[in-house]
């Protein structure tokens, strides 16, 4: 199986420019996160989902939208991606049962 | 709300044993608690529900108070592999909001 996949693993991006973090997952999970990384800010919750066509505001939400078409995909997207985006992020899946998080390997994304 | 953890960074020698804190300032539903590696994803530890109780994985366990809303993660006897960033993260106490929160990490750094 291959677990939680996030594509793409880099990109760099003008300041403006819009693009869409994609995260798959095999484990037919109903809960889904995003969250962003950055030195001495732990991991910090973007957005989530609890199932199919349902998001969620987190922490941090503002400049990112989210969608969840179908169960195993969730999207982040960046309408106009500014400097303070410049980050990684990383996407997970939640096993309902245990309550253990499943992540992806993480994207980095850098915005000049 | 992020939780507050506490210490920031420890350093240890192999075989000596550490202490990781959690709090938050809200009613907590279960605490997470995961390990990541430079470079990599965070990986699961445990998870500890309301109800007080303790629970060990290998020399490493964790305790969760639920009335003082802390949780205590324990190494014992530390090896080289236990090096790395300790993140806890926090559910609330609705059953059903799956917001999951994380502390800004604590760095272990085992030396030999």
């Known amino acids: 199986n291959a677990g939680v996949t996030q594509t793409p693993k880099f990109r760099v991006l003008k300041t403006g420019q819009s693009m869409t973090l994609l995260c798959a997952q095999d484990?037919?999970?109903?809960?889904m996160y995003w969250y962003r990384q950055d030195p001495g800010m732990g991991l910090r919750l973007i957005h989530y989902?609890?199932?199919?066509?349902?998001?969620a505001k987190g922490e941090v939400p503002d400049g990112y939208n989210v969608s969840r078409l179908k169960k195993q995909n969730f999207l982040l997207g960046l309408e106009s991606a500014a400097p303070s985006q410049t980050s990684v992020y990383f996407c997970?899946?939640?096993?309902?049962?245990?309550?253990?998080?499943?992540f992806g390997e993480g994207s980095r994304l850098t915005v000049l | 709300q992020q939780p507050v953890q506490s210490p920031q960074a420890v350093i240890l020698r192999e075989g000596e044993d550490a202490v990781i804190n959690c709090s938050s300032s809200?009613?907590?539903?279960?605490v997470h608690w995961y390990r990541q590696k430079h470079g990599e994803a965070p990986v699961f530890l445990m998870i500890?529900?309301?109800?007080?109780e303790q629970k060990g994985h290998e020399k490493i366990s964790a305790s969760f108070n639920e009335k003082k809303q802390q949780s205590s993660l324990y190494l014992t006897a530390s090896q080289l592999s236990y090096s790395g960033t300790y993140f806890c993260?926090?559910?609330?106490?609705?059953?059903?909001?799956?917001?999951?929160?994380f502390g800004t990490g604590t760095r272990l750094t085992i030396i030999p």
């Open positions: 484990m037919n999970h109903e809960y």
């Open positions: 989902s609890v199932g199919e066509g349902t998001t």
């Open positions: 809200k009613a907590l539903y279960s």
């Open positions: 997970a899946s939640k096993r309902g049962y245990t309550g253990e998080l499943f």
């Open positions: 500890l529900l309301k109800g007080g």
């Open positions: 993260g926090t559910e609330g106490s609705n059953f059903g909001n799956e917001k999951l929160t």
